[in-house]
């Protein structure tokens, strides 16, 4: 797996682990473990053999296999967050920032699903996605907020940018269950250029 975000706190991740590298190793494995063996035949020793901590060190950490789930969906989620954060950060013009944000979310689903994910463990990650569905709606909104800006003034209208985004995350999550394929990768990374020229094309027809 190649989860590495920072940790940050909220109600299913306490403070006392926080940053630490331990815990990132920790719910990296579980995260193998979990795609190897599904939640309901995951152990505590499947957590320590994947991750390669010690006993002590997952229980300084972690009481129980729940505790480590709740911490693996929040590490999850976060890393998202933070991710599309920092690849829309400091790119001004929206058209490329729009275009960074689509590649980055392609290559974080893409390299962050292991094959067979649902296949294993369909409850688990269903639950997940379902309850942090509106946290990726957000995350995304809030990087392409520039973007819809200049969409709206080069329009002179109000676009509904939420349902966009909408749209955006479905079609992204349901290449989890259906893997897309290289005509559909090209499509996704190739939407910041048919964006703008249908922004080109509509703002013509205006004139």
Known sequence: MKFQPELATSPEV???FVMSPSVIKILSGALDAIAERGVKRL????IIEASGVSRGTLYRYFSNKDDVLAAVAEFVCVGFETGVREVADGIDDPIDRFRQVMQFYARYTNENSPDRVFEVEPRFHLSFFRSRFGR???AVHAALEPTFA???AKLGK???AMAIVEILVRLQLSTLLVPADENWMTLWNESADSLEKWLVDTANQTV
Do not use: G, H, Q
Not at 43 to 46: A, E
């Open 43 to 46: 152990s505590m020793s499947d």
């Open 158 to 160: 109000k676009i509904n």
């Open 14 to 16: 306490s403070d006392d």
């Open 150 to 152: 200049f969409l709206e």
């Open 136 to 138: 990726y709606k957000l």
